[in-house]
């Protein structure tokens, strides 16, 4: 049993959370899978769980640390929706919604896609390399976006470079949680994880209230150097405890394509991602062409937004302990998209900021809580950290098309079935979605039943 709890120790060092950003949850068919597991030395490297300090000052570093790199991932992506207004009535004014949304969409993609390389060098021991170059991409992409005039050059440094930073980033900057914390890795890691929505409040302040006295360029600077600031604490205090196990993981778990729940549940991630971000992108866009918020106030539905989800990070990852990952991922994305059809009927500003609530707060579920249901869908922890590479790279994708594909149906804003057309985009996608991880959820039951009749 000791080489057991040394083996998912090992396991949960290789992955991260976010859409990735969440806790372990407890594994629903644990009994059925041990009674299959054939048992093997576990490898050097993690030390035995009774050795993680699980607390004191070079812990609760390391989680100042990542909360920092998700301020400058998550929270840069959370950011766009104010960035995508300056650009479509300002800089970039000839370019479509749709176009000028690949930028953002791109970013966010490279965030997930990453972990795929990003995994296998943190197995490896490169920690500090990937934390140093990513904050440096990140950095120098952001810089280089306030020095931008074209739609390509903003492509090139906010969307690659800036994404490819992320996405060394953030994978590595969560797995490290599991090698200083045991017992409280669940509260760590959603601690570490608001500092997403954290930058999607205050990044959108200060670009929208320095834009207009210090110009594009010195507000975007001024974000930049913020992060270049707190970049000090990651590189100065992020360290692995011990050397990671010097192993090969397979990209593709071949297995995972003959398992009906999964299939069903990575297919419902595509099609929630999908829709999820269209109201972060879309709702100052939305509020400023329909007249419901002035363009000062317009800019603080995106803080609202993310304001909502610090909540829905913390109360659904805290039922999902006593009801379930899977249970509480279906309710929370298909109440997401119940509010996505709610907006159809938001005609003032009262009802827009409660709508940026609400749906900030179930978006917070939606991006938190699936690695933990994939724990309940994965029956041999030794394929683990290869599931979520796998969802996550579908997710990815996700992310890269769903805003683009709502851009290419707004076709410029001004006309109102065109908003109808983006707003049962979101709908739709988000409700699919939700439909499926409770199918899901029904598949992973008859699979546990026939384990144990078995």
């Not at 060098?121 to 280089?144: E, K, N, P, Q, T």
Request: charge should be neutral; glycine fraction near 12%.
């Amino acid at each position: 049993m000791e080489k057991d709890r040394e083996s998912d120790s090992d396991l949960t060092a290789q992955v991260g959370t976010e859409s990735g950003e969440g806790s372990t949850d407890r594994i629903e068919d644990a009994k059925a899978s041990q009674a299959t597991e054939t048992r093997v030395p576990a490898p050097p490297g993690p030390p035995n769980m009774s050795d993680i300090p699980d607390g004191g000052l070079d812990a609760w570093l390391q989680v100042l640390g990542a909360f920092v790199i998700m301020t400058a991932t998550w929270g840069l992506v959370n950011t766009f929706g104010v960035f995508q207004t300056y650009y479509e009535t300002k800089l970039l004014s000839s370019s479509s919604s749709s176009q000028i949304s690949w930028i953002g969409s791109l970013q966010g993609a490279l965030l997930m896609l990453g972990g795929l390389v990003s995994g296998p060098l943190f197995d490896a021991g490169h920690f500090r390399a990937l934390i140093s170059v990513g904050l440096f991409m990140v950095l120098f992409g952001i810089f280089m976006t306030s020095l931008c005039y074209t739609y390509w050059q903003v492509l090139l440094a906010q969307g690659v470079c800036v994404g490819l930073g992320c996405g060394l980033l953030f994978l590595p900057s969560t797995a490290i949680m599991s090698q200083y914390f045991a017992r409280r890795r669940g509260l760590v890691i959603g601690l570490q994880s608001i500092g997403s929505p954290v930058g999607g409040i205050v990044f959108p302040i200060i670009f929208s209230r320095l834009e207009p006295r210090i110009g594009f360029g010195w507000a975007t600077r001024v974000i930049a150097f913020i992060l270049l600031a707190l970049s000090v604490v990651p590189l100065i205090f992020m360290r692995p405890r011990v050397a990671p196990p010097r192993r090969h993981r397979a990209i593709i778990d071949t297995t995972a394509l003959h398992d009906p729940a999964f299939v069903t549940f990575s297919l419902s991630g595509l099609f929630s991602f999908m829709g999820l971000y269209v109201p972060f992108f879309y709702l100052q866009l939305w509020a400023l062409r329909g007249g419901v918020a002035t363009p000062d106030f317009s800019a603080y539905l995106v803080t609202l937004l993310n304001a909502g989800s610090v909540f829905g990070r913390i109360l659904p990852n805290f039922a999902a302990d006593h009801l379930g990952s899977m249970n509480v991922l279906a309710f929370t994305t298909l109440g997401a998209g119940v509010l996505a059809l709610g907006w159809f009927g938001v005609r003032d500003l009262g009802g827009t900021v409660v709508f940026a609530l609400l749906f900030g707060f179930f978006n917070g579920g939606v991006t938190s809580l699936p690695p933990n249901a994939i724990v309940s869908l994965t029956p041999d922890m030794a394929r683990l950290g290869t599931r979520m590479g796998m969802v996550f790279a579908l997710v990815g994708l996700a992310v890269l098309v769903g805003t683009p594909i709502a851009g290419a149906i707004l076709r410029g804003g001004e006309d109102d079935a065109a908003w109808r057309g983006l707003i049962a985009f979101s709908a739709a996608t988000l409700l699919v979605g939700g439909i499926g991880y409770s199918v899901t959820q029904g598949l992973h039951w008859r699979q546990v039943r026939r384990r144990k009749e078995g």
